[in-house]
Every structure is written in C-alpha cells, then in structure tokens.
C-alpha cells in the first residue's frame, strides 16, 4: 500500500512515503505537491524508488502534518441521511429539500487553516456548540492531456489521486446564523479542517468499486472512546467520480485540490441533534478526543483546546430604504 505523508523530525519537515512503520523520505525540496503534479503512475514509480534507497526514520518518532497544502478545498454534502438529519438541526424542518436530489452541491471552505491529526483544534470564539464531521476526502492530481476542464465522469475517476480522512470541523450555532442569509456557512466552518493521517493512493481502492462507481468502506467517529456514528462510504448519493465531474463543469480541477464527500450519517453531533430532538450527545468541550477511521485509509484524533475570547459580530450600518430627492 503507497501511502504519502509530510512530518517533521529533527527540526525540519519532510515529505515522502510511509511503509511498514517506517517514513522514507523525498530529496530535499521535493514536495507531495510535486508528486500531485507528476501524477499518479509516475508517483508510483518514485514510490517503488524511494522505499529501495531512500534512509528512513521510525513512524513512532515523527509528528504527522496535513499530508499536503491544498490548492482548493470543496467541501460536497453527499449523504442523504446526514441531509436529513443536520436539515432538521440547523433549520427546524424534516425532510431533505428537491434540489439535493437534482445535483451534487459544494461549499469553498478556507485551504489555510488545514491541521494535521494529533493537534488540538481551539473553540473558535462566540461558539458553544462545536462540532465535528466525518468525511472522506479525493485529492487530485495530474492526468496527462487533460486541462481538468468539463470532464466525465470516466475522465473524473483517473483524476482522484488518493484518498484521506477529513474532519470538517463546525462551529454550528455560528453556521445556523450565517445560513439564514441564504448563502453557504463561514465563519462556522473556516476556522479548521483535519486532513491526515495521510494520502492512499486511489490505485489501492480499484478493485473495491461496485458496478456503480461507489466504495463500500466503513467510516466511524469516536468521542473520548465511545462509538458516535457508523456508515459506508457507498451510502453516497453520487460516487467521488461524478463529484469530480461536477466540479470541473465550467470550471476546473487541478493537482492539489480537495474534495470532501461531506458527512456521512450518523458522523457528526448535529445530525443527532436533529434526531433525537435535543443536544444529546452534547457538544464538543475542552479536552474531548474525537477519533475518525476509514477502512484502508487510517485514523485521525484531535482534542478539543480551549475556547478564545472575543466579540466578532460587526454590525451592518442601517441605511434608509427610501431616499428623498
């Protein structure tokens, strides 16, 4: 399994490849963004170069980063079952709205503030009701010939790269704020997103594919060692390939963009929330540990850090609606 990771280690950081317990790292200055931009075959063979030559340290002595710096992050909303669920929490009504069904939908969240599996994510300021959200994410990379301009969804599959685990944090009472002005949620969600532990490549997953294009992995979320929630991949109302098509249609997707499959059911607090009819189980404090796994990717943990203070509401200037002449 070609697993690509960065860490840091003796003061510098590194990239390359992790096997067998061990981290074989790239000549210096190479990144896993260049690896994105070679492409899949071409990553596969440096892979097979490095693990024969390169030195290597323990995986036990390194500290995981993000396993690469996003170009873009799109962040979809594919399971309709946390639809469901996160609809009822945050607007108070039952049911998943007709237009989910028609298309793919998408938000743009902030590629800066990506953290890495082990760091403690901070409450952002103004939130109480902190949350999390379990997700798969495909990374893209390089396919020759291609501009990564209105592809199929044929054309879509050979760009997924790899996978990784995404947690998309969320500031909910925040997001219920924002989404009331009919546009996509901010500073409810920008504030952090967990990539890690690392990128697998999408050649190890071929084989997994139903019929349909869709993978029937199994995902689950933990806090502080009790089970949450528990799904499949495959319960996706559209396969990754079909997300990457959507994306690129009068657009485009390129090496080092991110794309999340959005929250599977039962993967975050808002959806039970919605369910169950009241905060249980509560949201996130200071000193939780929320623990993400994916079958044949790997497992992320973050504890919650404490909760900055400050007032970051600005008040719009109120103009007259009439104006006199």
Same mark, same amino acid.
């Given at each position: 399994?070609?697993?690509?990771?960065?860490?840091?280690?003796?003061?510098?950081?590194?990239?390359?490849?992790?096997?067998?317990?061990?981290?074989?790292?790239?000549?210096?200055?190479?990144?896993?963004?260049?690896?994105?931009?070679?492409?899949?075959?071409?990553?596969?063979?440096?892979?097979?170069?490095?693990?024969?030559?390169?030195?290597?340290? %323990?995986?036990?002595?390194?500290?995981?980063?993000?396993?690469?710096?996003?170009?873009?992050?799109?962040?979809?909303?594919?399971? =309709?079952?946390?639809?469901?669920?996160?609809?009822?929490?945050?607007?108070?009504?039952?049911?998943?709205?007709?237009?989910?069904?028609?298309? !793919?939908?998408?938000?743009?969240?902030?590629?800066?503030?990506?953290?890495?599996?082990?760091?403690?994510?901070?409450?952002?300021?103004?939130?109480?009701?902190?949350?999390?959200?379990?997700?798969?994410?495909?990374?893209?990379?390089?396919?020759?010939?291609?501009? @990564?301009?209105?592809?199929? %969804? %044929?054309? *879509?599959?050979?760009?997924?790269?790899?996978?990784?685990?995404?947690?998309?944090?969320?500031?909910?009472?925040?997001?219920?704020?924002?989404?009331?002005?009919?546009?996509?949620?901010?500073?409810? /969600?920008?504030?952090?997103?967990?990539?890690?532990?690392?990128?697998?490549?999408?050649?190890?997953?071929?084989?997994?594919?139903?019929?349909?294009?869709?993978?029937?992995?199994?995902? *689950?979320?933990?806090?502080?060692?009790?089970?949450?929630?528990?799904?499949?991949?495959?319960?996706?109302?559209?396969?990754?390939?079909?997300?990457?098509?959507?994306?690129?249609?009068?657009?485009?997707?390129?090496? @080092?963009?991110?794309?999340?499959?959005?929250?599977?059911?039962?993967?975050?607090?808002?959806?039970?929330? @919605?369910?169950?009819?009241? /905060?249980?189980?509560? !949201?996130? /404090?200071?000193?939780?540990?929320?623990?993400?796994?994916? =079958?044949?990717?790997?497992?992320?943990?973050?504890?919650?850090? /404490?909760?900055?203070?400050?007032?970051?509401?600005?008040? %719009?200037?109120?103009? !007259?609606?009439?104006?006199?002449?």
């Amino acid at each position: 399994m070609v697993k690509i990771a960065r860490w840091t280690y003796d003061g510098g950081t590194h990239a390359g490849f992790v096997d067998d317990g061990s981290c074989f790292g790239l000549p210096e200055g190479q990144t896993v963004n260049h690896l994105l931009g070679a492409g899949l075959a071409r990553t596969l063979e440096i892979a097979a170069e490095t693990l024969r030559g390169a030195p290597s340290v %323990a995986l036990a002595d390194v500290q995981l980063l993000a396993p690469l710096e996003p170009a873009t992050i799109r962040d979809f909303v594919a399971f =309709e079952e946390h639809v469901e669920g996160v609809r009822k929490s945050i607007d108070g009504v039952a049911g998943v709205v007709a237009e989910w069904y028609e298309a !793919p939908t998408f938000y743009f969240t902030n590629p800066h503030t990506v953290t890495s599996t082990g760091e403690v994510i901070g409450i952002p300021a103004g939130c109480s009701e902190l949350d999390f959200e379990t997700e798969v994410a495909a990374v893209v990379g390089h396919v020759p010939g291609s501009d @990564g301009s209105n592809l199929s %969804a %044929a054309d *879509a599959h050979r760009h997924i790269f790899g996978y990784t685990v995404l947690n998309d944090w969320s500031a909910r009472d925040l997001q219920r704020r924002e989404m009331k002005v009919s546009l996509g949620p901010c500073k409810g /969600k920008d504030f952090a997103n967990t990539l890690g532990p690392w990128i697998v490549t999408a050649d190890e997953f071929e084989h997994l594919h139903d019929d349909e294009g869709f993978l029937p992995i199994s995902m *689950a979320v933990e806090v502080n060692g009790e089970q949450i929630g528990q799904d499949l991949l495959s319960n996706m109302g559209w396969p990754f390939a079909e997300l990457v098509a959507y994306a690129s249609q009068d657009s485009v997707v390129r090496p @080092g963009d991110v794309l999340g499959s959005g929250t599977c059911g039962s993967g975050c607090l808002a959806e039970l929330w @919605g369910r169950n009819g009241s /905060k249980t189980p509560p !949201p996130l /404090k200071t000193g939780d540990k929320v623990r993400m796994s994916v =079958e044949g990717i790997g497992t992320i943990e973050n504890t919650v850090g /404490k909760r900055r203070h400050g007032d970051t509401r600005i008040a %719009a200037r109120v103009s !007259p609606r009439t104006r006199v002449l």
